[in-house]
């Protein structure tokens, strides 16, 4: 498997990493994938009062694409509006990756992470519970 | 002009620690070999001229010394492309030469491809295959192996070492049990040789598989012991043409090869005895390091009956791909049968029990002849920081940390 140098710098540089505090009204949770399957993705936002992503995090279980996948989606989320931030397609992180077909995946991994944490945050905003997002049983 | 022949291992940049995949070739076995490639390049089965003849005494005596690894006769000896072969040779051979007294083999599903798929092809041609499973730590039960010998039974075939795991099987118990009951018994001792003792006569071998390129000899040549006394094993050949090896396989001998086979045998023979301690003394510390510098590293296979130079671990929480790539200066095997497209977790593992998760991220590190206490420590290093860096950005390590059983987690599935 030879890798993009986008991708090997995200791998040995990734942006973002870390977590937010879950439980706060203004952050966004989504955990995606399966230990089973070779990749989990755990992606976080925090939005300020205009609906702009003020910060990203990310930690991510799986290849190297995977964990690219994750941290430049965090790259292009902050300073992103949320309802642009819905916008983003997996083909995007495909192209900027370079991705060869097995590791499209990863991609669509990372956009599916992204809407489930602006799924959260606007579960939050609307006053109920987070449901779907926290997957802990 | 032609190249200088180089007597050393290359200068690496890159610490080669899948000695299990392959070796490289001892100096001393690619000196030997050289003449028979230019001077002495005659046909073994040439009869009439001194061409011949040198090939055939050099042939002759590589046959010596391999058999006094096995400490087997000679004649024993048929020699062939690599053990591949020589499995197909021994498994086929036998299907096919005692069709008529029973079609029931048995075998375990950790072995190799090479004895798996031959007895898969035989299954799909009528023969009933006993699938035997494994416990944790790779060993079959020998109370189940003796109750599915029937009356229709005549083979059994399991490995001296596996190839993942190193977990050694009990040849001489296995062997008197087949020999009780009247079966042959085969076994692939491709990753054993100069690893551990092999005798023919005291663990009861009737078929032995071995390689030279797993022991410090050239690519492409390996050999089938054949027991010729009690009993006398008999096989159908699988390569029809000038009947080469007492008509068991066809084809003019890779009279090179096999020198270096030869001499490859003839220094594990007589260096066994110092290169086993030495080889477990490093694989110990490799171990040692990396289950004291990070936690819930777990070993697969059985510490207690295992190659000396062979460790593998599971890293949990960390993806083996991620980790294969963040160690990129370590030559290693995976737990992942990465074949580029699929990444089907090993299927040893998972006989062993292991889940997915656990085998993908689990790492073979096997030592050899040439690595050094440095490269050990280096590795280790490496690996250790690797898994860490790793850890701190999983979700899975941070979920364990705050207690969450990950069983437990309902996960989005794709
Ligand atoms: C246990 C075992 N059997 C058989 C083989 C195949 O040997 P060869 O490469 O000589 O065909 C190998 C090597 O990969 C092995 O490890």
């Not at chain 2, 050393?8 to 000695?19: H, N, Q």
């Not at chain 2, 084809?251 to 096999?258: A, D, Q």
């Not at chain 2, 671990?313 to 083996?320: H, L, N, Q, R, T």
Request: charged share 20%; proline share 4%; glycine share 8%.
């Amino acid at each position: 498997m030879t890798y993009s140098d986008k991708v090997l710098d995200h791998y040995q540089n990734p942006r973002n990493v870390g977590s937010l505090d879950k439980n706060a009204a203004d952050v966004g949770t989504g955990v995606v994938g399966a230990p089973e399957c070779g990749d989990v993705m755990k992606l976080q936002i925090k939005v300020g009062d205009d609906g702009r992503i003020v910060d990203a995090k990310f930690k991510t279980y799986g290849c190297g694409s995977a964990i690219a996948s994750s941290s430049l989606a965090t790259e292009w989320l902050k300073g992103t509006h949320v309802d642009q931030a819905a916008q983003i397609k997996n083909t995007q992180i495909v192209e900027e990756l370079s991705l060869p077909p097995v590791k499209i995946h990863c991609s669509v991994l990372a956009e599916d992470a992204i809407k489930a944490a602006i799924e959260d945050w606007r579960k939050k905003q609307a006053g109920t519970p987070a449901a779907g997002s926290q997957v802990h049983a | 002009m032609t190249e200088p022949v180089r007597t050393e291992p290359a200068i690496r940049e890159t610490v080669y620690m899948d000695y299990s995949a392959t070796t490289p070739c001892d100096p001393r076995v690619v000196q030997r070999m050289l003449p028979y490639f230019t001077q002495n390049f005659g046909n073994a089965a040439s009869r009439s001229h001194q061409f011949g003849w040198t090939a055939e005494a050099a042939v002759d005596q590589a046959r010596q010394e391999v058999a006094a690894l096995l400490h087997a006769h000679e004649k024993e000896i048929i020699w062939t492309s690599g053990s591949t072969e020589a499995n197909n040779l021994a498994i086929k051979g036998v299907a096919q030469m005692y069709r008529q007294k029973g079609n029931h083999m048995i075998t375990a599903v950790t072995e190799h491809k090479a004895v798996l798929d031959t007895m898969k092809h035989l299954e799909g041609e009528g023969f009933q295959i006993t699938w035997l499973p494994v416990d944790r730590k790779g060993h079959v039960d020998l109370e189940q192996l003796a109750a599915a010998i029937t009356d229709q039974t005549i083979l059994v075939s399991l490995m001296a070492a596996n190839n993942e795991t190193g977990t050694i099987h009990p040849l001489a118990t296995i062997g008197a049990l087949c020999k009780q009951k009247g079966v042959l018994f085969h076994t692939d001792a491709t990753q054993a040789t100069g690893k551990m003792e092999l005798n023919v006569d005291t663990q009861h071998l009737d078929l032995v598989s071995l390689s030279a390129h797993k022991m410090y000899g050239p690519k492409g040549v390996g050999c089938l012991y054949v027991r010729r006394k009690n009993p006398r094993v008999r096989l159908t050949a699988q390569m029809d043409g000038g009947g080469h090896e007492r008509g068991m396989r066809s084809g003019t001998l890779n009279v090179t090869g096999i020198i270096g086979m030869g001499e490859a045998a003839r220094i594990c023979r007589t260096e066994m005895a110092t290169e086993i301690p030495h080889l477990a003394a490093l694989r110990d510390r490799l171990q040692q390091r990396l289950l004291a510098g990070i936690p819930d590293a777990v070993v697969n296979g059985d510490e207690a009956a295992r190659l000396p130079h062979l460790t593998n671990i599971s890293f949990p929480y960390v993806e083996g791909e991620s980790l294969i790539m963040g160690i990129k200066e370590i030559a290693v095997s995976s737990g992942s049968a990465c074949t580029s497209a699929s990444l089907e977790p090993s299927y040893v593992l998972k006989s062993l029990g292991l889940n997915d998760e656990l085998a993908h991220s689990s790492i073979r590190f096997s030592l050899g002849r040439f690595t050094t206490t440095a490269e050990v420590d280096f590795a280790a290093d490496r690996v250790i920081a690797e898994v860490l860096r790793l850890r701190a950005m999983s979700p899975l390590w941070e979920m364990v940390q705050d207690g969450i059983d990950l069983s437990q987690v309902k996960w989005t599935v794709h």
